[in-house]
């Protein structure tokens, strides 16, 4: 018997990697000598890094700066020329001084100041994880980090943050690290969302961030005159591209001059991790992440390993603290069962708070109930 075990984090609670740990050991005590390939994986946002890891990545530790120019510490994994950096890591809404939020202010500097790391390293290829950021500035930071001149009127550089964009004047990519052009960009992103207009990253994704009506107004005309400017200078117009809205409008930057690409991220993970090969033969894999609802139908990591189980044949189980989707649109979806924690422990605390052990329980559910 062999099950891959390939969730993702219960957000608040425990690393995919916790996650794993746990069922793998319920599997194993329902069903003695039972082969468990643990896979941790992620959606392209946060953990990403961490996933890679565990997948023999090699850390790389970076001093940066946070969302809000303190500094910090950030890692990231490389192996064999591909660095993968995550923006969560470095400017995540996580990395906020006492988690308090800065809409106008938060810049993805600090995303850049990695980037320039792992360029000075000689990689070829960067892969840019961007979910869970604090700021809405475009990627502004990010390409000034990388060496762009963002200036005003009076020629004077732009302070940090999406709240500066309106009083853009110049923007100059004379002086972008040299490597750029010659390294391969791939964002790792689960959206789709354009960088402008209602379905935009200020409208949307704004108010997560702390963004009031009238900052988010503020926002959005900053991103307008960003994009006009932008694709003045690389004669591109990326802004209307599905995904370009992506953490603030950071794909947007890297779409329009590092010249990258958008992937799934639950898919590039997946490949990055080497869950093709190890599906293939499997008898079970179970996946999952904190709460199964409508969002994880929409590209999160669940979907995806479901997808990829689907391909080789493989039935698929979740696990999660909660489930709010139906047997029939879990079973639409790729996954035969759900095993939620609140049914072990109906207190959303209490569930929490003990959430690798019940996991343990509900491993050894599913290995009883799958595999003997």
Not at 149 to 160: F, H, K, T
Not at 336 to 351: H, I, W
């Amino acid at each position: 018997m062999r099950v891959v075990v390939a969730p993702d984090k219960f957000k608040g609670c425990l690393s995919a990697r916790d996650v794993a740990d746990a069922v793998g050991d319920g599997l194993r005590r329902g069903v003695p000598g039972l082969e468990a390939t643990l896979l941790p994986v992620a959606d392209g946002g946060d953990g990403t890094v961490d996933a890679a890891l565990f997948a023999d990545f090699e850390p790389v530790v970076v001093d940066a700066v946070g969302p809000t120019g303190r500094p910090v510490r950030a890692v990231y994994a490389v192996r064999d020329g591909l660095a993968i950096v995550e923006l969560a890591e470095v400017v995540g809404l996580d990395r906020l001084p006492d988690g308090q939020l800065d809409p106008l202010g938060s810049s993805t500097y600090g995303l850049g100041l990695v980037v320039r790391a792992a360029l000075d390293r000689g990689v070829d290829t960067v892969v840019l994880a961007v979910g869970g950021s604090a700021s809405t500035d475009g990627g502004a930071g990010l390409l000034q980090a990388l060496g762009a001149r963002l200036v005003d009127a009076d020629g004077v550089e732009l302070p940090a943050g999406g709240g500066s964009l309106g009083a853009l004047s110049e923007v100059d990519l004379s002086g972008l690290h040299p490597r750029v052009a010659a390294t391969e960009f791939v964002v790792a992103s689960d959206v789709d969302n354009p960088l402008l207009g209602r379905r935009g990253a200020a409208e949307v994704f704004g108010p997560q961030k702390g963004a009031s009506p009238a900052q988010i107004r503020l926002l959005e005309a900053g991103l307008e005159q960003w994009a006009l400017l932008l694709s003045r200078a690389t004669g591109t117009d990326a802004g209307g591209e599905a995904g370009a809205g992506a953490a603030g409008g950071t794909a947007f930057a890297a779409l329009s001059v590092l010249g990258a690409r958008l992937e799934s991220g639950i898919d590039l993970v997946l490949d990055l991790v080497g869950f093709p090969a190890a599906s293939s033969g499997a008898d079970l894999i179970v996946t999952g992440e904190g709460s199964l609802d409508e969002q994880s139908l929409a590209g999160k990591a669940p979907m995806g390993v479901s997808a990829a189980a689907a391909s080789v044949g493989v039935p698929v189980v979740a696990v999660a603290g909660r489930c709010l989707l139906s047997a029939e649109r879990l079973a639409a979806a790729g996954i035969s069962a759900a095993y939620p924690l609140s049914d072990l422990e109906p207190d959303v605390q209490r569930s929490m708070a003990n959430a690798a052990p019940l996991l343990v329980v509900v491993g050894e559910r599913i290995a009883k109930e799958w595999l003997t």
